[in-house]
């Protein structure tokens, strides 16, 4: 089954609980854009961007027109509307439809597959059950108030480049050939010693001597992980030693290099299955 991002309550989501039609949109990330919206009725007129347009349903029936035929998303399913291809939307029911969605540079695309040589991934069917796309596009869409980190943002790019690649059946299927076990040594140690700064990409190409991208799918090669992912689950490390040392739970979670209490809450329950602060009172 798709699966659905949940609601939260969250603080600047005011607009969320509004009636009627509204827009919100996430800190601004250079050639990513991110939106969360919710329309009752008639949403848009046919138009196009200049971008690949990829989103999740979250509530009602998402209708639009799109090559020629009428199409509906429903909540769980992505769906992926290519740049330059006129679409328009609208409610397929009377209680309206939510979304979420991320508008990217097909630049950043090609980028992210050009290792590969590979030239844009094309799919023909605009909405999709495809596990791989969710899993991809959903890291970028679930804290829409917390700008993305740069190492997070280009393994969001990577990963959705490559679930984008596998989903095109005229694409061939590409592994990494030779492990470059020195360059991901060295990118570990990195990640290990900017916690709370966080790595920026530039940094991370100059300790290790690959590109971010090659650089991501030799880490993801060698220890099965992301560095980001990586870089997740140090801060994770440290923030529980913290709070073994009784430190309380936002200075933890501004010591191990997380944006805020909540933002280390998400995290550490995705890793561990409860709460940090349920995890602390269990210790006698």
């Given amino acids: 089954m798709p699966t659905v991002l949940e609601h939260k309550s969250t603080p600047g989501l005011e607009r969320s609980c509004r009636q009627g039609d509204w827009i919100r949109a996430a800190p601004a990330c250079q050639g990513l854009e991110r939106i969360e919206a919710r329309f009752l009725g008639h949403a848009f007129d046919p138009h196009r961007h200049d971008t690949y347009a990829i989103g999740v349903t979250t509530q009602g029936v998402q209708s639009f027109r799109y090559r020629g035929r009428a199409e509906q998303s429903l909540p769980g399913q992505v ?35 050009a290792e590969w040589r590979y030239p844009l991934p094309f799919l023909r069917e605009p909405v999709s059950d495809d596990r791989r796309l969710v899993a991809a596009v959903l890291p970028a869409l679930e804290e829409l108030d917390r700008p993305l980190e740069e190492v997070e943002r280009d393994q969001i790019l990577l990963d959705l480049a490559e679930a984008l690649a596998a989903a095109d059946p005229s694409l061939p299927r590409r592994r990494v050939s030779a492990r470059d076990w020195r360059a991901v040594e060295r990118a570990r140690d990195f990640l290990d010693g900017h916690l709370r ?13 690959l590109g971010r991208y ?3 799918r030799q880490f993801r090669a060698c220890l099965g992980t992301s560095p980001y992912r990586y870089l997740v689950m140090r801060r994770l490390d440290r923030a529980r030693a913290l709070i073994q040392q009784g430190r309380s739970l936002v200075e933890a979670a501004l010591d ?24 602390a009172g269990l210790f006698v």
């Fill in 79 to 113: 769906l992926v509307l290519h740049p330059d291809e006129i679409h328009d939307g609208h409610a397929g029911t009377e209680t309206g439809f939510r979304y979420r969605i991320l508008y990217v540079d097909p630049g950043l695309i090609h980028d992210a597959l």
């Fill in 197 to 209: 700064q966080g790595s920026r990409s530039a940094a991370l190409e100059a300790a290790t001597g």
């Fill in 214 to 216: 090659a650089l991501a």
């Fill in 256 to 279: 191990s290099g997380f944006a805020d209490q909540s933002h280390m809450t998400r995290h550490f329950r995705k890793a561990y299955g409860l709460t940090p602060k349920r995890w």
